[in-house]
């Protein structure tokens, strides 16, 4: 792929990849962080085409559906199962980082993604999406991406690295930290905490989760790799 660009959902899944090309000393990919949802990730995927992508990514962390699957797994899509339709991931592409994430030994796998735009939070949620869809993992972005690469006419990629398992449910003071910008939202959770402080003990083990995500994006974010672009 000449240029592709990255969508995140989080501003923390893009901060993995600046902070990459900042110690190397080299030009970020092209990258917007889009806020959580399939018609934000739609219309930043197709902010980077108007910006010369060729091709689209969608990078970030995600939720297991699949049981079989533990934090920091990444998961190479193969298909995006979402109400809008489903969308195919370039086989080509995805051949490519297979063969890199295989090299690196990291822990990864492939299978289909579910794409909603709501919050998959709660494990029975979590249970019912994976009977209904055989999805392995869950996001709220890479279903836009897909719209937006099929419109186009262009290649894009899902690599997602989870961070909940599926037997877990997310914390109350987790489904509100993010704002609609992808930011973290602390006060906001501070306060859920105070409300709710029974849920400290899940979201240490969520932040401890979710780090093994990070550890295993950061490593598939090196520059050296040249897997998501950069000038």
């Excluded at 690599?159 to 973290?184: I, N």
Aim: charged letters at 25%.
């Amino acid at each position: 792929m000449n240029r592709p660009g990255v969508v995140t959902g989080l501003a923390f899944e893009a901060k993995v990849i600046e902070k990459a090309y900042a110690r190397a000393k080299r030009p970020a990919p092209l990258l917007v962080c889009s806020g959580p949802g399939g018609a934000r990730a739609r219309a930043a995927a197709e902010k980077l085409l108007t910006q010369g992508a060729t091709g689209l990514i969608s990078f970030g962390i995600c939720a297991g559906l699949d049981p079989g699957l533990r934090p920091g797994t990444l998961l190479l899509a193969d298909r995006v199962i979402a109400e809008t339709g489903n969308y195919e991931p370039d086989p080509a592409w995805r051949t490519r980082f297979a063969g890199a994430l295989t090299e690196m030994h990291l822990p990864w796998a492939e299978g289909a993604v579910a794409g909603r735009d709501e919050l998959v939070a709660k494990a029975e949620e979590k249970s019912a999406l994976f009977r209904d869809t055989a999805a392995r993992a869950v996001d709220m972005e890479s279903h836009g991406v897909g719209q937006a690469a099929e419109a186009a006419g262009v290649p894009f990629l899902v690599l997602r690295a989870l961070a909940d398992p599926a037997e877990r449910s997310l914390p109350r003071a987790a489904l509100k930290a993010t704002g609609p910008d992808g930011r973290l939202r602390l006060l906001s959770t501070i306060m859920t905490m105070y409300l709710t402080p029974w849920d400290g003990p899940k979201l240490v083990r969520l932040a401890f989760d979710t780090r093994l995500a990070l550890d295993s994006l950061e490593k598939v974010a090196d520059p050296e790799r040249g897997l998501l672009g950069g000038d």
